[in-house]
């Protein structure tokens, strides 16, 4: 077996567990790089006409704020939980492929990186300015991204950072599809698959389908800004709509890749916390899987304003308020299976139950606009980011908290301190409340999005104080969490294999739990096996030689040639396209022939 | 005396309440002033009411299921209810019923705000550019910018595209919004039912000074408009050369100022705004500063200074220069 210490066996594992851990961590940083920059964003915008910071440095945050927490924080986040929690909750040793697995990791903290690094770099481009961060938004749209517009380095390392992070997005996808679908343990059929673990296999098809669309997309930009095709010019035939259709059939599904894993975890912890199995398993599984389906006709009402006529505003209003329905069942199935309950309010449940409370705004305030009239005076203001942040925060972020404070204990052995956590949590709501509820008003009384700097005479100066203040709340309970994790690492509570009366198959095992998961792989014969079955449950120590997966570096090796690649045409280098492709090329090679230790 | 105590102390919250709400809105999408904003006012406030229904209905469930069912010390571990077949279909159906009541009025606003011009309707084409926007009235050959006048009770219609990037016209009060794409056209009908002047800005985001693209609609009385529009049917101010203005048009003439900008009868460029009547706007830059005589200077003489990432440079004019070309722009009424 390989090495289990040392930065050296980080690098080289193939755990899912711990590259579960590497994705948690990594993503948490870039998690907190977002949130300062949502600060920064909020400082400028606390009083009106205020000049701390200048328009291109604000576009370059708000871009930044919202490429990062989409791909680099919330995206992974949900990829750390799918790790550490998929295999335990199927009776698995490990994913299907541990080394791909690895090759995802290091893609995305290497992509994450290399975006990140245009903050830094700009003198290396004589831009006059030491950042060159992508400032086209993170929707990006053509034309104003094309060279002739964005003519800096900006926008490059913002689509060869979106390509580098597919790349993980993609390997991930695959590898979860193929773990749910072959690796489950005896007796576990579809429908006995915890609903987390049914989540993430939802997530994973919307993964691998939604992410060649804009890998087109970007493929298309690239051409266009680096070898002088017209994908979206006008003045050669092109047609910048083309973007927007692309990015949105890409970006609806995205919107259902953040969504679905949270309420994955809401569908694990409100079961655990009542005592009570899922209300309509069956109904909230098929409804997940039709969310999944429906949020690939729905695209267009990101572009209401566009113009597209009015039978396809009408067909495409349509669909998005179809849309509410399967997520109205979730939610009523949710408060059945609190309803007759003994509801324990640990910090997880309080996660849950706020993810529930929030999504509720976050979904009426989206069937506000997705009536196409009414969109044409929401869209693009402020009413929109309130919309996002509630879905997005009050439902992904909370969601996720959810899902860490339920399942720290399996990762790490140690209960995270519940008071601690109590407070985190009432923080976060009254602060995300502070922060996003007031921008519903500050958009219907006039204020758009992505403006550094608003005229006093608008008279939304107080509100936006009021949100800001809000954000710096958000901030401070975001304190308490990481004061919360580092003094867990010595203080915690001793878990034990179950410390929440769960009822997946990720309870019946220590915690953390040995490098080969389960002693011996068990056979389930219903949804609930812990609740049903305790005594066949338990484990019994080791059976002979497990077979776990060597250590490998070549996945690391094979990852450090895609931002070689990338660095090649951000800066014109021939010679570097070589370097790339050859590290590339050698860490396949060497990863395909490694000799098998037994 | 207790009883007036009392409806004081809620007379003076309600007073203050609506004071908090009644403050000064100027872009607010909730004060409509054409029959384009009535019916999306209209429609937002049947959805607004729905929505607040709902929100109370299953906050309320929720608030209600999570006290009642609170864990308490020692009592029987619950019953496990898997499901209830009647139940499922009954709140699959609520929100249908509810999104089809929400729905028809939706596809009917959706056909009544898009259909065509009617005969009679006053043409403008709108023009984005970053970062302002130029107002054409093809039948009255008029050119200007920022301020769209238009006249009362007319029906009007915005036939919109754009010279560079996408930009997005909003004017909310009489207007709504409606992106401006290159290559593609995209209209606006409206008829504005009060007099005043609408302010509104760019929604899409268009580059550095997205934030500094600010519009007006100023709706006018019809013989105010039509009066508006002889003045700017009329060839621009021609000053008396040895005035400071007429300085000014030497000094403007033989200065890269002709490049960009259109003077009847002076200059052709059309890059930037028409100022054949400037003096005639209240405000320059994109709506971003007031049109008075410091904020002309201030703008010739450093225009990226002052609105980044602007396409106008700065223009090299000794004092004396930019005193009489400020004059000049002055005297285009």
Redesign the interface.
């Known amino acids: 077996m390989s090495e289990r210490t040392g930065w050296k066996s980080w690098l080289t594992t193939v755990d899912h567990k711990r590259i579960g851990l590497l994705y948690f961590w990594t993503a948490f940083g870039f998690f907190l790089v977002g949130g300062l920059e949502a600060l920064l964003i909020r400082t400028q915008l606390a009083r009106p006409e205020n000049h701390l910071i200048s328009a291109q440095t604000y576009n370059q945050l708000f871009t930044m704020h919202g490429t990062t927490m989409v791909f680099l924080a919330l995206m992974p986040l949900s990829v750390a939980l799918f790790n550490y929690i998929v295999p335990l909750q199927i009776g698995a040793r490990d994913v299907a492929f541990p080394r791909l697995n690895a090759f995802s990791y290091w893609v995305f903290l290497l992509g994450g990186l290399f975006m990140n690094l245009s903050w830094f770099v700009g003198p290396l481009f004589h831009a006059g300015t030491l950042s060159v961060a992508p400032n086209g938004g993170w929707f990006g749209y053509a034309n104003l991204t094309e060279r002739q517009y964005s003519p800096g380095p900006n926008i490059d390392f913002w689509l060869l950072g979106l390509q580098i992070l597919g790349v993980a997005s993609l390997a991930g996808g695959f590898n979860f599809i193929v773990t749910i679908l072959n690796l489950r343990a005896p007796g576990m059929k579809m429908m006995r698959l915890p609903v987390f673990s049914w989540m993430t296999l939802v997530t994973s098809f919307l993964i691998i389908t939604a992410f060649p669309v804009i890998t087109v997309a970007l493929a298309f930009l690239m051409f266009d800004r680096f070898f002088g095709t017209h994908f979206y010019l006008t003045s050669a035939g092109g047609d910048p709509v083309l973007w927007q259709h692309l990015f949105w059939i890409f970006g609806h599904p995205e919107v259902y890749i953040l969504i679905l894993p949270a309420m994955g975890v809401v569908s694990e912890v409100l079961p655990t916390f009542s005592r009570k199995p899922l209300f309509g398993y069956t109904v909230v599984v098929y409804s997940g899987v039709l969310i999944g389906f429906l949020g690939w006709g729905v695209w267009s009402h990101h572009m209401f304003s566009v113009g597209l006529g009015p039978i396809a505003d009408s067909v495409f209003s349509a669909t998005t308020m179809l849309i509410a329905v399967p997520t109205g069942v979730k939610i009523f199935n949710w408060i059945g299976t609190l309803w007759g309950g003994q509801i324990r309010f640990t910090t997880a449940m309080l996660f849950s139950l706020g993810f529930i409370a929030m999504f509720i705004i976050g979904g009426l305030s989206g069937v506000s606009h997705a009536s196409p009239p009414a969109d044409l005076q929401q869209t693009d203001t402020y009413y929109v980011v309130a919309h996002i942040h509630y879905v997005l925060f009050g439902g992904t972020v909370l969601g996720l908290f959810s899902g860490m404070y339920y399942w720290w204990p399996k990762m790490t052995g140690r209960k995270l301190s519940e008071p601690l956590g109590q407070v985190h949590f009432w923080l976060t709501l009254v602060g995300m409340n502070l922060a996003f509820f007031p921008m519903h008003l500050i958009g219907l009384l006039g204020m758009p999005r992505r403006i550094y700097t608003y005229p006093a005479e608008l008279g939304v100066g107080n509100l936006n104080l009021v949100s800001t203040v809000g954000a710096f709340l958000i901030a401070v309970a975001l304190l308490v969490f990481i004061f919360n994790l580092w003094r867990t690492r010595t203080r915690g509570e001793i878990a034990g294999n179950d410390p929440w009366g769960g009822a997946t198959l990720e309870w019946s095992i220590p915690s953390p739990p040995p490098v080969h998961n389960f002693d011996a792989i068990p056979t389930v014969h219903g949804r609930m096996p812990l609740w049903s079955e305790p005594e066949k449950m338990k484990q019994h120590g080791p059976v002979g030689h497990m077979h776990v997966p060597p250590g490998s570096i070549w996945p690391f090796v094979a990852a450090c040639g895609l931002p070689l690649l990338a660095s090649s045409l951000l800066t014109h280098r021939l010679w570097l396209v070589f370097v790339g492709g050859a590290v590339l090329l050698v860490g396949i090679y060497r990863w395909a022939f490694e000799p098998f230790e037994v | 005396m207790h009883r007036t105590a009392r409806v004081t102390f809620w007379l003076t919250i309600l007073c203050v309440a609506v004071a908090g709400c009644g ?8 004060a409509p002033r054409s029959d384009l904003g009535l ?2 006012d209209h ?2 406030t049947g ?2 009411g729905w ?1 607040v229904g ?2 109370i209905v ?2 309320g ?2 608030l209600f ?2 006290i009642k ?4 010390p020692g ?1 029987q ?8 077949t009647a ?2 279909i009954a ?2 159906l ?3 019923l509810i ?1 089809v009541v ?2 028809v009025p ?2 009917r ?3 009544q ?2 259909a065509p011009a009617p005969a009679g309707a006053l043409e403008v084409d709108v023009i984005g550019h ?1 970062w302002w926007w130029e107002y054409r009235y093809p039948a009255q050959a008029i050119v200007t910018a920022n301020e769209l006048h238009v006249p009362v009770g007319r029906p009007i219609e915005l036939v919109m595209t754009s010279a ?3 930009h ?1 016209f ?1 004017a ?1 009060a009489v207007a ?4 401006v ?4 056209t ?2 606006i009908v409206f008829t504005p039912d009060s007099v005043g002047t609408y ?14 693209m600010r519009l007006s609609v100023i709706v006018e009385s019809d013989s105010a408009f039509r009066a508006w529009v002889v003045d700017q049917q009329a060839p621009a101010a021609l000053p008396d050369p040895k005035s400071l203005a007429g300085q000014g048009k030497a000094v403007f003439s033989r200065s890269a100022c002709i490049g960009c900008h259109m003077i009847s009868g002076v200059s052709a460029g059309v890059i930037g705004p028409n100022l054949s009547h400037v003096a005639s706007r209240t405000t320059i830059a994109g709506g971003e500063f007031p049109n008075d005589s410091l904020d002309l200077a201030l703008w010739i003489a450093n225009a990226p200074d002052r609105k ?2 602007s396409m106008m440079m700065r223009m090299n004019l000794t004092p004396a220069d930019l005193q009489a070309v400020v004059a000049y722009l002055r005297s285009l009424k």
């Open positions: 403050g000064h809105y100027p872009q607010s999408t909730l019916s999306i429609l937002f959805i607004f929505a709902v929100f299953v906050e469930l929720l299921t999570v069912f609170r864990g308490r009592a571990p619950p019953k496990s209810i898997h499901g209830h139940l499922e709140w699959t609520a929100p249908v999104l929400v729905a939706t596809v606003t959706i056909f705000t898009q970053q560079d990037v996408i997005s909003w909310p709504a919004k409606r992106d794409i290159p290559g593609h995209n209209y302010t509104g800005q760019c929604a899409e985001f268009c580059g550095d000074s997205h934030a500094n980044p990432g």
